[in-house]
């Protein structure tokens, strides 16, 4: 159903897009919202990400069988949190049509092919994707009022 694909620095417009959507950002209410990425920003963000990226980081579109840019998918390591975070967004119009599973999936592939064997994410408390990440083998770890932080075991 789904392609990972490697976007080049115009197709960043999807990036911006996705960013700026207030209903495809609602589940980052907890940080703030919609995040600003504007044209200036593309070319540091497609070095550090897609150019040149360590082992810690990876960056990718997700693309459905029409060829259209359904999401993106990432991980990097943090040193906050000592472990390797990940991050699944799914554009709104796209939602509820297993994309968000499937890249879950494909982004568990990815790094366990990667040699990492753990991957976690924190999520708002209130984000109804935590039933997915638990229907994908996470576990919770900690919980606070705010954020449930998930982890699974690759």
């Known amino acids: 159903m789904l392609e990972i694909v490697t976007p080049s620095l ?11 959507d207030e209903e495809t950002m ?3 209410h907890a940080w703030g919202g919609t995040v600003l990425f504007p044209k200036e920003d593309w070319m540091e963000f497609y070095d550090f990400w897609v150019l040149h990226p360590d082992d810690r980081h990876y960056y990718r ?3 459905n069988d029409a060829g259209e840019f359904v999401g993106e998918i990432a991980y990097h390591y943090s040193s906050e949190y000592s472990a390797y975070m ?8 796209y939602r509820r049509s297993g994309y968000g599973s499937e890249g879950l999936d494909l982004l568990c592939d990815v ?7 753990v991957l976690y994410d924190d999520i708002a408390i209130d984000n109804p ?11 919770e770890v900690s919980r606070t009022p705010d954020v449930v932080l998930l982890k699974k075991h690759l």
């Open 10 to 20: 115009e197709d960043m417009w999807f990036r911006e897009q996705l960013l700026a």
């Open 26 to 28: 609602s589940y980052n």
């Open 61 to 63: 579109y997700l693309k």
């Open 86 to 93: 990940i991050n699944v967004i799914i554009y709104a119009p």
């Open 111 to 117: 790094a366990k092919e990667r040699g990492i064997s």
């Open 129 to 139: 994707a935590i039933s997915m990440f638990l229907a994908h083998g996470f576990t």
